[in-house]
């Protein structure tokens, strides 16, 4: 079982986004996947993936012993992936017991656990069940500032490794100098970037109804993302230098 945090600091930068996404991608190639929704108290991991109205019991219920970690379990709307829903009530969510439950499935190949925004509880919570973080930033310097403080307070968890997702690329923008490119950004980090994900409107239109169609522009770097994430690999595909060789090309 390998047991993954998505993180990041700033709120808004894609940490959902991408959990949902990249579980369904590793469910896609046959893995065995589990979601867990570490923000309690403003889940949407389940809005996300579609199964809010399946919804039976949630971790405060898991902890309360009114049922077992698996029979809270909640099948996506769209792969063989699982979620296991946050509650309304943190106060039974202790770090400890938050970890007891993500052991709970060892059966399953991949625990990514959806990070809430912050360096708080929630924050040390989440970490402190998983041994690899991948934290997602967007280009913009706000969120690249909270990603270098989080990358830092990493660094005193015991984690086997730590990647980096840019989220919301504009390739339109990385070729006229006005974005920051995501090897740019992994060199001011120290950490390798392993996803880059293009902003698309596609997610902002779909995303409230749990499926983003399989068209849209971000699946395939999703797909990227997720072949990384299996393989451990470190390259990533930068989004600008496939324009800039198209652009040679066409010349
Ligand atoms: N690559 C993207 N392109 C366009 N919109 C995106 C992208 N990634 C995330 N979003 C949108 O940004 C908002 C915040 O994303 P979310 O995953 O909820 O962030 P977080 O969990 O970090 O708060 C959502 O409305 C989502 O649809
Ligand atoms: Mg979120």
Do not use: W
């Not at 499935?105 to 991949?110: H, L, P, Q």
């Amino acid at each position: 079982m390998r047991r993954i945090v998505v993180t990041s600091g700033k709120g808004g930068v894609g940490k959902t986004t991408v959990t949902a996404t990249l579980g369904r991608k590793l469910a896609g190639i046959g893995r065995r996947v589990v979601l867990v929704d570490g923000d309690v108290g403003l889940n949407n991991l389940d809005v996300v993936t579609a199964v809010e109205r399946r919804v039976v019991y949630d971790i405060s219920d898991v902890l309360a012993g009114k049922c077992r970690a698996f029979q809270a379990l909640v099948t996506d709307s769209e792969s063989s992936m699982r979620i296991l829903p946050s509650g309304k009530d943190s106060r039974l969510v202790t770090a400890q017991a938050f970890c007891d439950v993500v052991n709970s499935f060892a059966d399953f190949d991949f625990v990514i656990i959806d990070c809430p925004a912050g360096i708080e509880q929630g924050f040390h919570r989440a970490v402190s069940a998983a041994d690899e973080a991948i934290v997602v930033t967007t280009p913009s310097i706000s969120a690249i500032r909270d990603a270098d403080k989080v990358i830092s307070l990493l660094r005193s968890y015991r984690l086997r490794d730590v990647s980096l997702v840019v989220n919301r690329v504009r390739a339109d923008m990385l070729a006229k100098g006005e974005m920051l490119g995501a090897s740019e950004i992994g060199a001011l980090l120290h950490v390798p970037p392993i996803g880059v994900i293009p902003e698309d409107d596609l997610i902002t239109v779909f995303q409230q109804l749990g499926r983003v169609p399989s068209e849209a522009k971000s699946e395939k770097a999703f797909g990227f993302l997720a072949e990384n994430v299996e393989r451990g690999g470190k390259e990533f595909h930068d989004i600008a230098v496939k324009r800039r060789l198209f652009g040679r090309r066409s010349r």
